[in-house]
């Protein structure tokens, strides 16, 4: 059970998201309309209690640059969206404490995912940030003992359906919860963390299942 917050542009929507019950925030460093500064992502960060996931999102970006970026801002995890390489990822998470590689849903490359020596497998619509739904039969297949987290589309209204029918061991949101580009709705995020919660309680997972368990950078290397 995991839900991640994110195109977090402010300190006000972080707190509010963690208070919420969100277990992790994202920042996007891509280009986006939710893109943020460095600066601005640390100072979040550093404002937020322990134990919650600070997730910086890349796309297409040299390893050299996500690295420095990750460790200026003091984030956990790096979140690769764009068409980056296993050796790529690689580099990247000999530097990081955890790292998330996102696949449009259906692509082949899913198939690769154990050479990218990530924690865990993002699944989302074609078009990144779009808030677009696509068919998640196309999950289908993905073996349950990696971490899955769904995302695109995703909606205080839909997730609960999207959950029980992909069984990820995450979810993403972003564009579902806000009022317009990088402004967070608390009422949204409100009801978005407590469909998706109650949807993950509700989840039947059958005796010996070896879904993996929560991130724990205190333990990664």
Known sequence: MWVKICGLTNEEDALAAVALGADAVGFMFAPS????????????????????????????????????????????AAQLHGHETPNEAKVIRQKVQALIVAFPAGSQ????????????????????????????????????NRRLILAGGLTPMNVAEAIATVKPWGVDVSTGVEVEPGVKDPRRVLAFVRRAKAAFADLERPVGDETPGPFDWDEMD
């Open 33 to 76: 309309p939710r893109q943020v500064t460095v600066g601005t992502a640390r100072d979040i960060a550093r404002r937020l209690p322990y134990g919650v996931m600070t997730v910086g999102v890349f796309r297409d970006q040299a390893p050299g640059q996500v690295i420095d970026t990750m460790l200026s801002a003091g984030l956990h």
């Open 109 to 144: 490359s899913i198939e690769r995912f154990d050479d990218y020596h990530a924690d865990a497998l993002m699944i989302d619509a074609p078009n990144p940030g779009g808030g677009e739904v696509f068919d998640w039969t196309l999950a289908d297949g993905i073996p349950s």
